[in-house]
């Protein structure tokens, strides 16, 4: 919890008070630096935290941020913490799609090309300067829209920087050059996950002390919602952060929290309701412009003392261990023993970690290990279902506040079907059916038989996905046509009845779709051409207006390469 704390405690020097101009810019158009003067502000940690907030498309740093725009002063007076704005490089490169856009683009992102290495070696620039103090372990970086984008670019590369991401209305992670404004996300929550471990690279162990918040307006057309519960849901999978930890309410704003199995709280997110696309300055801000908003909840102040309240890096006097991951292993269907492995952290040493394991043969283990991790077998278990937790306590007494849960199965297990096989429409096209279902307990494959269409009856072994669900896809299928499928669950052992037959029929092979987006994006999407400055629709030829982002046009594709102006037409 946060404390207040002298001055001198951290060498916090004041500053100024106000925006400074930076004069090594590392390819940046500019950049500005906010040093507060409250020389005894709300601290944690050893020394101040830095900020970096990343603005639009569109916006500058010193026409849309500094001087109360994006109302970070009062925030950063009342914390110590200093805060970084800069304004995106000048032009259009290779990667960079739009000009006056942050390079949050596609994929191929690391910590040594494009933005992020500016930005990185900005951080790097600001936190040498030893009249400010910044505390590596306070570092955080907020954005919005293609600033909101670059946020999770730069907090999956180098989690090791920064120990939280605020993320507001930002793309999802690796979302194609290709999207239009107003698209719906194409990007799954495990796809953020697996691709946000995978760009840390060496460096994704960070990302077990970092944390997330996600904000969007409720009725934001320009980056759609589902672009912000993607980057939400694909956090909460990367950091093993699944379990709801209540709700809450701001200004014309609700919230929900996430923790993980260490009970630390670890996502949060705030729906703006009635807000567009904005940032959400909140009263006290003023004179912001394009996309800011001052009427719902005051997100500087909200993601600072989220971030304070809640960051795993710092040191907070004497702090508890803390149980960062546990896991239980049984060898075979067959194996009558578990071996339990366990890590913790703590300012200090680790003494000693306990076990209790409870089901048919339950038990406790107050010496199950010590140091920064263990592993241990418990041999002789009766066959059934079991929970084990595990605690641990430090060298001067201080014990975790929360164990670590992990379940496990002794002997075989009655293998249930899946009791939620669905078809969703998304997933339907004229020669394909995708299904989904939810993992069931013992299962590690499944087996999906499909019958109808010329080729009869079809069997196909799918295995158990890592996640919560497992899905299939049934590909040359004919359209127009009903194929009924079911689902059983198998394991080395055993293979459950099937599920409740699902009939699905595929779809035409021509459907018309309506596409909504500004035209410069249509021009961009092989949608439209330019003549004379004008777009116009391709195939109809039907004129939409000046080829630029500020005019918006609906266009529906009723065949190969052919346009039309408006939305599809009725069956």
């Given amino acids: 919890m946060l404390s207040t704390l002298a001055a001198s405690a951290h060498a916090l020097t004041p500053g100024s008070g106000t925006w400074v101009k930076e004069t090594t810019l590392f390819g940046l158009q500019d950049a500005y630096t906010y040093v507060p003067k409250n020389p005894a502000p709300t601290t944690i940690g050893k020394g101040r935290a830095l900020m970096?907030?990343?603005?639009?498309?569109?916006?500058?740093?010193?026409?849309?941020?500094?001087?109360?725009k994006y109302n970070w002063e009062d925030t950063a007076e009342k914390y110590g913490m200093v805060v970084i704005a800069p304004t995106v490089p000048s032009g259009t490169t290779s990667t960079r799609t739009y000009s006056g856009c942050w390079d949050w683009f596609g994929g191929n992102h690391s910590r040594t090309t494009r933005d992020e290495a500016i930005l990185l070696k900005l951080i790097d620039a600001v936190k040498a300067r030893p009249e400010l103090n910044i505390d590596p372990t306070q570092i955080y970086v907020t954005g919005l829209s293609s600033g909101g984008g670059l946020v999770i670019d730069l907090g999956c590369v180098a989690p090791d920087y920064f120990a939280g991401m605020g993320i507001n209305a930002g793309p999802a992670l690796y979302t194609p050059a290709t999207a239009g404004v107003g698209s719906?996300?194409?990007?799954?929550?495990?796809?953020?996950?697996?691709?946000?471990?995978?760009?840390?690279?060496s460096y994704s162990t960070a990302l077990q002390t970092q944390i997330t918040s996600v904000v969007n307006g409720s009725t934001d057309g320009v980056v759609d919602p589902t672009h912000d519960w993607t980057n939400r849901d694909g956090m909460k999978i990367a950091y093993g952060a699944t379990t709801s930890a209540g709700t809450f309410t701001e200004v014309k704003s609700t919230g929900?929290?996430?923790?993980?199995?260490?009970?630390?709280?670890?996502?949060?997110?705030?729906?703006?309701?009635?807000m567009g696309h904005a940032w959400p300055a909140g009263a006290g801000g003023s004179g912001g412009g394009l996309y800011v908003d001052y009427t719902h909840v005051?997100?500087?102040?909200?993601?600072?003392?989220?971030?304070?309240?809640?960051?795993?890096?710092?040191?907070?006097?004497?702090?508890?261990?803390?149980?960062?991951?546990?896991?239980?292993?049984?060898?075979?269907?067959?194996a009558t023993a578990v071996t339990i492995n366990g890590a913790a952290t703590d300012n200090g040493a680790i003494a000693s970690y306990s076990v209790t394991i409870t089901g048919p043969s339950p038990m406790t283990d107050d010496a199950a290990g010590s140091g920064a991790s263990f592993s241990k077998q418990y041999s002789a278990l009766a066959n059934g279902s079991y929970t084990a937790k595990?605690?641990?306590?430090?060298?001067?007494?201080?014990?975790?506040?929360?164990?670590?849960?992990?379940?496990?199965?002794i002997g075989p297990i009655s293998l249930v079907p899946p009791s939620n096989v669905?078809?969703?429409?998304?997933?339907?096209?004229?020669?394909?059916?995708?299904?989904?279902?939810?993992?069931?307990?013992?299962?590690?494959?499944?087996?999906?038989?499909?019958?109808?269409?010329?080729?009869?009856?079809?069997?196909?072994?799918?295995?158990?996905?890592?996640?919560?669900?497992?899905?299939f896809t049934a590909t040359g299928l004919a359209e127009?046509?009903?194929?009924?499928?079911?689902?059983?669950?198998?394991?080395?052992?055993?293979?459950?009845?099937?599920?409740?037959?699902?009939?699905?029929?595929?779809?035409?092979?021509?459907?018309?779709?309506?596409?909504?987006?500004?035209?410069?994006?249509h021009v961009q999407g092989g949608r439209a051409h330019v003549v004379s400055g004008y777009a116009h629709a391709n195939g109809s030829n039907t004129r939409m207006g000046l080829n630029n982002m500020f005019y918006t046009s609906t266009l529906a594709q009723t065949a190969a390469a052919y346009y039309i102006v408006g939305n599809c037409p009725s069956p």
């Avoid at 569109?58 to 941020?65: E, F, I, L, Q, R």
């Avoid at 595990?390 to 199965?409: I, L, R």
């Fill in 480 to 521: 127009q046509t009903q194929y009924t499928f079911t689902v059983q669950s198998a394991n080395s052992g055993s293979t459950s009845a099937a599920s409740t037959p699902l009939a699905v029929t595929t779809k035409p092979s021509w459907i018309c779709t309506a596409t909504s987006a500004s035209n410069y994006a």
């Fill in 298 to 334: 005051n997100y500087p102040a909200y993601v600072t003392k989220f971030f304070f309240d809640n960051n795993l890096r710092v040191e907070r006097g004497d702090p508890k261990p803390v149980v960062t991951s546990c896991s239980a292993m049984v060898a075979s269907p067959t």
């Fill in 390 to 409: 595990v605690a641990a306590t430090d060298n001067v007494g201080g014990a975790s506040d929360a164990p670590c849960t992990a379940s496990f199965q």
């Fill in 52 to 68: 970096l907030t990343l603005h639009g498309c569109a916006m500058t740093a010193a026409g849309n941020v500094i001087n109360r």
């Fill in 256 to 274: 929900t929290l996430w923790q993980d199995s260490a009970s630390r709280l670890r996502v949060s997110y705030i729906e703006a309701t009635g």
């Fill in 422 to 471: 669905t078809a969703p429409a998304a997933s339907t096209t004229a020669s394909a059916i995708g299904l989904i279902w939810s993992n069931v307990t013992g299962a590690t494959s499944y087996t999906v038989t499909r019958t109808g269409g010329a080729t009869g009856t079809v069997v196909a072994s799918v295995p158990a996905a890592s996640g919560t669900t497992t899905g």
């Fill in 184 to 201: 719906k996300s194409s990007r799954t929550p495990q796809q953020v996950a697996d691709t946000c471990k995978q760009i840390a690279g």
